[in-house]
């Protein structure tokens, strides 16, 4: 099993920045790829950023330019920089993480960002 947490949500003002953290623990060797989503109030969870074993990284169109994902591995931890904020940001943001391995699938439970304009 594998636990991810996440933290840093909070409100922020448009065009300021806010840092989520997602904290891995369990048995998390063999860790493919993890990303971050986020699921706005109405609307389905939608991807926002991935990285992989090898640094990789793609992001979607909505972010890409302003957030950044980034790994310590030795903390084993996943990072959300995100930056020049808007409100349509404003949702759940949630951690996965996906091993190739067994085909598992793990999420945290989310971290509330609110953007007011």
């Known amino acids: 099993q594998v636990q991810l947490v996440e933290s840093g949500g909070g409100f922020v003002q448009a065009g300021g920045s806010l840092r989520l953290s997602c904290a891995a623990s369990g048995i998390i060797a063999n860790i493919n790829t993890m990303d971050w989503y986020r699921q706005a109030p109405g609307n389905q969870r939608e991807f926002i950023a991935r990285i992989d074993n090898g640094a990789r990284t793609n992001y979607a169109d909505s972010v890409k330019g302003r957030f950044t994902i980034s790994r310590d591995s030795a903390k084993n931890t996943l990072y959300l920089q995100m930056n020049a904020m808007k409100p349509e940001d404003t949702a759940v943001y949630y951690c996965?993480?996906?091993?190739?391995?067994?085909?598992?699938?793990?999420w945290g439970k989310g971290t509330l960002v609110t953007v007011s304009s």
């Open positions: 996965h993480a996906y091993r190739i391995l067994d085909g598992m699938n793990y």
